[in-house]
C-alpha cells in the first residue's frame, strides 16, 4: 500500500472524530431540552482493502481501511416510555379532579360561620323564638330575614356549582381542541420521520418532538402507541383510531343533557377514555351533578316541602287570624333546580303578621313544630334529619376531594420516578459529554499527527526520487 492510502486512513478518522464531536455538541446544547434524547455516533471500521478473491495477490491479508460514522442513534426506551405515559394518564385524571373538588369544597365552607349549615340553624332559631312569642313583629320579621339568608345560601352555593359544572364543560372543549391538535402534529411528524427515513437519514430530533407530543398526549387521555416499520407510529384512543400514518381521525364536542362529552367526528360515537384529564373531567362532572348539586337540590326540595305543609296546615292561621299558604315557593318548572329557585312566597315578603304559627289548640303550635324540623328526619326516606343530611354531602365532597388530592400525590410520585429512570437512559450527562469530547479531540489530533507524518514521509521519497 501507499503512503496516499495511509493519508486517506487519517482523512477518515478526523472527518469521524469531527462528525462524533458535532453530535456531542448537538448533546451539550440540548442537555436542558426537554423531551431531548441523547444522541451517539455509532462509530465502525469501513469495509477493508481486497475483497477476497481468486485473483488476489499475496500478502497478509486483509488491510483496514479505517473508519467511519455507521449512524447515529438515540436513547430511547419503549418500555419506559410506556411506564412514564401511564403514570401520565393517571396522574392527568386525579389532578383534574381533585383541582375542581378543593375549589368545591371551599365553596361549600364547612364548618363555617357563613356556610348554609349555620343559615339553617339560624331559621330553626328564629321559629323558636317566634313560639315564645307568636304575636312578636319582631320575631316574625327575623324569622323572615334568616329565611330569606337560608333562600340565598342556597342560591349561592347552587350558582357558583353550577358554574364549576360550565367551567368543566369549556374544560373539556379545550381538551378535544388539544387533543386534535397534538395528533395534526403527530401526523405531520410522521410524514417527515417516513421521508427521512425514505432517504437513509436518522430523524432522531423529529422523532424526540413526537415523542415529546406523545407524552402531553398521554395526559390528555389514556393512548395507545404502535411503532410502525416504516417508521410512522399508529395512536388508539379508546380502542379506536386517532393517528395512523399522516391521516387524524378528528374529535368532536357533543352536549349529552348538559354535560359535554368528546366524540368521534366520524360515526358521532362517545370517546371511551377511562384515564387521563378527559376521563377526570367526565367523572368529575357526574360527581358534581349527580351528588353535589342533586343533593342540594334534594334538601332545597325537602325543606321546603316540610316547612310548606306545616304553614299550609288546616289548623294554623297567621296573626290576623288567616289560613296560611306556602312559606317557600320552587317553581313547577324549577325540577332538578330547586336549590337555585328556592325563595320566600311572595305573600311573606315584608309581611310579617302572616307568618302561620298558631294551631287549633292554642297560639304557637306551628311554630313548635316549625322548630322541631331541625331534629325531625324526612330525609333520605325518613332516615335522617336535614343538618345530617347536609353534613353527609360535604363529607362525601371532602372524601372525594381529599382522595384525588392523595391520589394524584402518589402519581406524582410514581410518575416523577418513572420520569427519572427514563432521563437515566436518554439525559443528558455534560461530564460524560466532556470525557467524549476529550476522547474525539484526542483522536482527531492523533489523526492529525498522521498526515503530518506521512506527509514527511511523502516529502523525503519525493525528494529521493528527484536525487536519482
Known amino acids: 500500500m501507499s503512503n496516499f492510502f495511509t493519508l486517506n486512513i487519517a482523512r477518515r478518522a478526523m472527518q469521524t472524530s469531527t462528525q462524533a464531536l458535532e453530535v456531542t455538541s448537538h448533546n451539550v446544547a440540548n442537555a436542558s431540552t426537554r423531551g431531548f434524547s ?24 486483509q488491510i483496514g481501511t479505517g473508519v467511519e460514522v455507521a449512524a447515529i442513534t438515540r436513547a430511547r426506551s419503549e418500555m419506559l416510555d410506556l411506564q412514564v405515559r401511564g403514570q401520565n394518564s393517571a396522574l392527568g385524571y386525579w ?115 413526537r415523542d415529546l407530543l406523545l407524552d402531553d398526549l398521554s395526559r390528555l387521555a389514556d393512548v395507545g402507541v404502535h411503532q410502525q ?14 393517528v395512523q400514518d399522516t391521516k387524524v381521525m378528528a374529535m368532536e364536542t357533543q352536549e349529552v343533557n348538559g354535560k359535554v362529552v368528546a366524540a368521534w367526528e366520524r360515526d358521532g360515537s362517545q370517546v371511551n377514555t377511562s384515564q387521563g384529564e378527559l376521563a377526570g373531567l367526565a367523572d368529575l362532572h357526574d360527581f358534581i351533578k349527580d351528588d353535589v348539586l342533586g343533593g342540594l337540590n334534594e334538601l332545597a326540595r325537602g325543606l321546603a316541602d316540610a316547612v310548606n305543609d306545616l304553614h299550609t296546615d288546616p289548623s294554623g292561621y ?80 371532602g372524601f372525594e376531594a381529599k382522595t384525588s388530592e392523595n391520589m394524584a400525590v402518589n402519581h406524582q410520585i410514581m410518575q416523577e420516578h418513572s420520569e ?13 459529554e466532556v470525557t467524549y469530547m476529550i476522547q474525539f479531540q484526542h483522536t482527531y489530533q492523533a489523526a492529525a499527527q498522521v498526515i503530518s507524518t506521512t506527509d514527511s514521509l511523502l516529502n523525503t521519497l519525493i525528494n529521493e526520487m528527484g536525487r536519482r
Not at 482493502?49 to 485473483?55: C, E, G, I, L, V
Not at 427519572?420 to 460524560?432: C, F, K, L, P, Y
Request: aromatic share 6%.
Open 318 to 397: 297567621d296573626l290576623n287570624g288567616n289560613p296560611g299558604g306556602e312559606f317557600f315557593t320552587i317553581p313547577t318548572e324549577a325540577s332538578g333546580q330547586e336549590a337555585a329557585y328556592i325563595q320566600l312566597a311572595t305573600g311573606l315578603q315584608d309581611n310579617p303578621e302572616a307568618v302561620v304559627a298558631a294551631g287549633s289548640e292554642g297560639t304557637n303550635e306551628i311554630a313548635l313544630a316549625m322548630a322541631e324540623l331541625r331534629n325531625a328526619t324526612p330525609m333520605s326516606g325518613g332516615l335522617t334529619s336535614f343538618h345530617n343530611f347536609f353534613s353527609g354531602l360535604v363529607t362525601d365532597l
Open 95 to 209: 389532578q383534574s379532579k381533585g383541582e375542581a373538588l378543593d375549589y368545591l369544597s371551599g365553596v361549600f365552607m364547612e364548618p363555617s360561620d357563613n356556610g348554609l349549615n349555620t343559615a339553617m340553624e339560624a331559621f330553626w332559631a328564629s321559629w323558636n323564638e317566634v313560639a315564645k312569642n307568636p304575636s312578636s313583629e319582631a320575631a316574625r320579621t327575623s324569622l323572615l330575614e334568616s329565611a330569606n339568608s337560608l333562600c340565598s345560601s342556597f342560591q349561592s352555593l347552587s350558582t357558583q356549582t353550577t358554574n364549576l359544572l360550565e367551567d368543566v364543560n369549556h374544560q373539556t372543549e379545550l381538551k378535544v381542541a388539544e387533543i386534535n391538535d397534538i395528533a395534526e402534529n403527530i401526523a405531520s411528524l410522521n410524514a417527515e420521520i417516513v421521508s427521512a427515513r425514505g432517504a437513509g437519514y436518522q430523524p432522531n430530533d423529529l422523532m424526540d418532538k
Open 38 to 61: 441523547r444522541q451517539r455516533a455509532e462509530i465502525q471500521s469501513t469495509r477493508p482493502h481486497m475483497t477476497p478473491a481468486f485473483n488476489m495477490p499475496g500478502g497478509a491479508g
Open 420 to 432: 427519572a429512570r427514563r432521563q437515566a437512559e436518554t439525559g443528558v450527562s455534560i461530564d460524560e
Open 229 to 242: 416499520d416504516s417508521g410512522s407510529v399508529y395512536v388508539s384512543l379508546g380502542g379506536k383510531v386517532l
